[in-house]
């Protein structure tokens, strides 16, 4: 990997922490009076992640574009379609591993900040441009409200690829 032979293409399993004391699951929740998380030990409330989830390193260089996803209103029965475009613009072939994250932006409980719902790895040679489309029901979008019962709620998402994103509404 050193030598750049091998051209890495992992992705974090998990957030790492900067510090030994703030340890917090990725499913971190903002606290509503602060908008910042709960429980960590830096006494703001702040999250501060060295690196976070889905965190990796190249010696390629990938960029996003043409974000889009199928409509804005969507029913329970519904499918949301989503598209990008990622094209490698250096010189060395490569692998990456595109991530589709969805955030709940209101729920009768806390919503998770967000969370990975789809991912595929590909490999894209130096110079070339991949459309990459994802299909993620909207009976995936639920969580278990204060019943512990899976529920899919009205509202508000924000689906999001890099660093690009789209709010939605389920109905």
């Known amino acids: 990997i050193l030598s750049g032979r091998v051209n890495p293409s992992g992705k974090l399993p998990y957030s790492y922490p900067a510090y030994p004391n703030s340890l917090l699951p990725y499913y971190y929740k903002p606290s509503e009076v602060q908008n910042n998380a709960q429980g960590a030990y830096n006494y703001v ?7 976070d989830f889905g965190y990796g390193l190249s010696y390629s260089d990938f960029k996003y574009s043409n974000f889009s996803v199928s409509k804005d209103t969507f029913a329970l029965s519904d499918t949301v379609n989503v598209g ?3 094209t490698n613009e250096s010189d060395i072939d490569g692998y990456e591993t595109i991530q589709v994250y969805s955030s709940d932006l209101y ?7 967000k969370r990975l719902r789809d991912f595929s790895k590909v490999h894209i040679k130096a110079g070339e441009t991949k459309r990459l489309n994802f299909s993620i029901p909207v009976s995936e979008l639920e969580f278990y409200n204060i019943n512990n019962i899976p529920i899919v709620e009205e509202g508000r998402f924000k689906i999001t690829i890099n660093d690009n994103a789209k709010e939605i509404f389920i109905k």
């Open 45 to 51: 409330g702040e999250v501060n992640n060295l690196y």
């Open 84 to 86: 990008v475009f990622v």
């Open 107 to 113: 729920a009768s409980i806390t919503p998770d900040v």
